[in-house]
């Protein structure tokens, strides 16, 4: 490989949030999604260039920004976006609340699959929505799957104006097929409800599975919904503060630019710019190398876990590099569950009932860590969960 993904960098020296300065250095952080891996060299020879020009003034709104994010799309996924159709915002969070004023009075009603990352319970709520939930179920095998009729009986609601679609699903490590994404896309088409498509970990899925923009599927959901985009997760830039809005239907194009000028919201930056543009211009190899990497980290997990610690379940994971790990045969209250991670354990994840009611009894682990960190991790929650009784 290229890139060296076993590199163990310290970086509790770089003010990032999940190392932050309180965090117990006897526990190693697995929650908040970002990767302990280094950017290209690409990426962080850029910087370091234009770091060397001593102004950093208001950088000029160069078309590179959307003609890099069309180009993305097209090489990894086979989708002609326009440049056009390219909305920046600092980070993609922003579009759903532009989508909610733009599209949804106070009062009307959000629908989304849970259990999801938990801003869309919030953004839903602080602007004025109700939130409508279609929760995932999970098969024999462990495997979340749509309840279709339950979907179908929520988008009837008049009050349903927005779907936010969650695809690579974070937590529950899914990437929708086309047949699922063409049922979605026709039940909001046939129920009037528009469909904001967050594909923010895209490019995080694993052999034998394919990621699908959903607007890439017809022109007719082109028409009815927003693709959300950002190179951050893949190539850990996320403190840049970028995100990209992918919006063919050009009403709804205009009055997510409306609410972006309302908000003052389109001033960029020289250095998320930056590193946006060359991650999706220069960068594909260390998409491909990395993907190849989290392959086998998490083929290393979910064998781990079945072999030596069969009290927790984890179903195969089709996308993104967090794990949904299902902990409820432990029998732990939820606080006792995060305590038990937190401190027998020593090990910092996300507590699965954050992401809903349907989290309760499991845990999210970031395996974006180099493999001499992921089997430490797991060798320490084997012997905790031996001891547990
Ligand atoms: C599904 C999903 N959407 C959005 C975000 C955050 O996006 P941004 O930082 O671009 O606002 C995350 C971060 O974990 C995420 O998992």
């Known amino acids: ?10 970086r509790r020296v770089s003010e990032c949030k999940k190392y932050e300065p309180a965090y117990p250095k006897d526990v190693i952080p697995m929650w908040i999604a970002d990767t302990d891996f280094a950017v290209p060299d690409e990426i962080a020879n850029a910087i370091a260039e234009r770091a060397k020009h001593p102004c950093y003034g208001y950088p000029v709104e160069s078309f590179e920004f959307e003609k890099s994010a069309a180009g993305w799309e097209k090489k ?11 909305k920046y915002s600092n980070g ?30 919030a953004i839903t709520r602080n602007n004025g929505c109700h939130i409508v939930t279609n929760p995932l179920v999970q098969d024999e095998d462990g495997k979340y799957q749509i309840d279709f009729e339950d979907l179908e009986d929520k988008l009837k609601d008049p009050r349903v104006k927005l779907f936010f679609l969650c695809n690579p699903h974070n937590p529950v490590m899914r990437s929708y097929s086309l047949e699922e994404l063409t049922k979605i896309g026709d039940l909001c088409l046939k129920h009037h409800v528009l469909v904001i498509s967050d594909e923010i970990h895209c490019d995080l899925v694993y052999k034998g599975h394919k990621h699908i923009p959903f607007a890439s599927i017809s022109e007719k959901f082109a028409d009815n919904s927003m693709v959300l985009i950002n190179p951050s997760k893949t190539f850990n830039i996320a403190g840049f503060r970028t995100g990209a809005a992918i919006i063919p239907n050009e009403q709804l194009r205009n009055k997510i630019q409306t609410m972006i000028e309302d908000n003052k919201n389109y001033g960029r930056t020289i250095f998320g710019m930056l590193s946006f543009i060359t991650a999706y211009n220069e960068c594909e190899y260390y998409a491909d190398e990395m ?80 493999k001499a960190t992921l089997v430490e991790a797991l060798n320490r929650l084997e012997k905790a969960v031996n001891e547990l009784n």
């Open 291 to 370: 993907i190849e990497y989290l392959e086998e980290n998490q083929q290393y997990t979910v064998d781990f876990i079945k072999e030596r610690i069969p009290r927790i379940k984890l179903a195969d994971p089709e996308a993104t590099y967090l794990l949904w790990l299902d902990c409820r045969d432990l029998k732990l209250s939820q606080p006792e569950l995060t305590k038990f991670f937190f401190e027998k354990a020593k090990l910092g994840l996300n507590d699965g009932s954050t992401f809903g009611s349907e989290g309760i009894g499991f845990m999210r682990m970031n395996i974006a860590c180099p």
């Open 1 to 10: 490989m290229k890139h060296n993904f076993d590199e163990i960098i310290d």
């Open 76 to 86: 990894r996924f086979g989708w002609d976006v326009k440049p056009e159709w390219v």
């Open 92 to 121: 993609v969070l922003p579009f759903f609340v532009y989508a909610i004023r733009a599209f949804a009075y106070p009062g009307d009603k959000v629908l989304f699959q849970s259990p999801v990352y938990p801003p869309f319970y």
